[in-house]
C-alpha cells in the first residue's frame, strides 16, 4: 500500500509516497475535500459473545476442540460460544484439582484455555507450580545476595531481571501465559523445568533469578539459555 499525497488532474490520478506494510496509522489525517471523501459508519460489536467468537475464530484448533468436547457432553444442542467455553472449564475443572486455581487468578481466561487445548494439564499444573511461589520469594535479597562476579555474569548475558516480579499469582500467571506465546514451545518446555526446579531447590538464589529473568524477559532469558548451550541446570548454577 502507499501512504502520501493523492493528486488529481484531469482525468488522471497520481499517487505519491513512501510503501508501507498492510497494517494500522496512528496520526493526524489533513481532509482536503470534504465532498469527494465518503465515510462509512460501522458499529463495533464488543459484546462477550462477539469477542469470543473473534478469539476463536484466530484459534482454529482450540475451536475444533471446542465443538468436540462440546458435541460430547451436550448432543444435539446448539450453543453459544459462550456456552461451550462454560462447558470446557466445567469439564477441565472437574479434572483437573489445580485448573480453578489458575482460572481464578488469570487476567485472559480465553489464553488459558487456549494453552491447554495445546499443551494439556501440564500447561495448568506448571502455571499452579510457577504461582504458588509468588509472594513467597524475594527477588531483591537475591539480587543483592548474589555473588558479584555472578551478577556480572548475569549482565554480560543481558539477563532482565524484575525485582517485583513475583507480586502476585496472578501477575505470574499473565507473565507465564505470554512468555509462552511469545517463546511457543521452547519457552513452554523452560517453564516446566524452572517448576521443577523451583520445587526441588526452593531456596536457591540462582534458581529464583532464572525464575525472575524468565519471567521479566522470556525471550532474552531463552536466548541467552541457546548461547550458553541449552542446558538450563549448566545455565543457572
Known amino acids: ?78 450453543l453459544t460460544a459462550k456456552e461451550k467455553l462454560k462447558i470446557y472449564a466445567k469439564d477441565l475443572v472437574s479434572r483437573n484439582k489445580n485448573a480453578l486455581d489458575v482460572l481464578n487468578n488469570s487476567r485472559n481466561v ?29 527477588i531483591k535479597e537475591a539480587i543483592e545476595s548474589i555473588p558479584p ?21 496472578e501477575e505470574v500467571i499473565d507473565r507465564f501465559t505470554k512468555a509462552i506465546k511469545y517463546t511457543g514451545r521452547a519457552g513452554y518446555k523452560v517453564g516446566k523445568e524452572l517448576a521443577l526446579l523451583i520445587k526441588k531447590y526452593p531456596k536457591s538464589t540462582a534458581v529464583l533469578l532464572a525464575y525472575a529473568w524468565y519471567l521479566s524477559d522470556p525471550v532474552g532469558f531463552l536466548e541467552a539459555l541457546r548461547k550458553a548451550g541449552g542446558s538450563l541446570s549448566d545455565f543457572i548454577s
Do not use: C, M, Q
Not at 562476579?149 to 524484575?162: F, N, Q, T, W, Y
Open 110 to 138: 480465553l489464553d488459558v484455555f487456549y494453552l491447554h487445548s495445546k499443551y494439556g494439564d501440564e500447561f495448568i499444573n506448571t502455571a499452579k507450580s510457577l504461582s504458588d511461589v509468588a509472594g513467597k520469594i524475594k
Open 1 to 78: 500500500g502507499f501512504w502520501g499525497v493523492i493528486i488529481v488532474s484531469s482525468k488522471r490520478i497520481e499517487l505519491k509516497g513512501i510503501p508501507v506494510s498492510p497494517g494500522i496509522i496512528i496520526g493526524k489525517a489533513h481532509l482536503v475535500d470534504r465532498s469527494k471523501v465518503k465515510v462509512p459508519l460501522r458499529k463495533i460489536d464488543d459484546t462477550p459473545e462477539y469477542t469470543i467468537k473473534r478469539s476463536l475464530k484466530r484459534n482454529s484448533t482450540f475451536s475444533r476442540k471446542l465443538d468436540d468436547i462440546s458435541k460430547k457432553l451436550k448432543p444435539g444442542k446448539i
Open 149 to 169: 562476579k555472578s551478577l556480572e555474569k548475569l549482565k554480560k548475558l543481558g539477563a532482565k531481571i524484575d525485582p517485583n516480579i513475583a507480586i502476585s499469582k
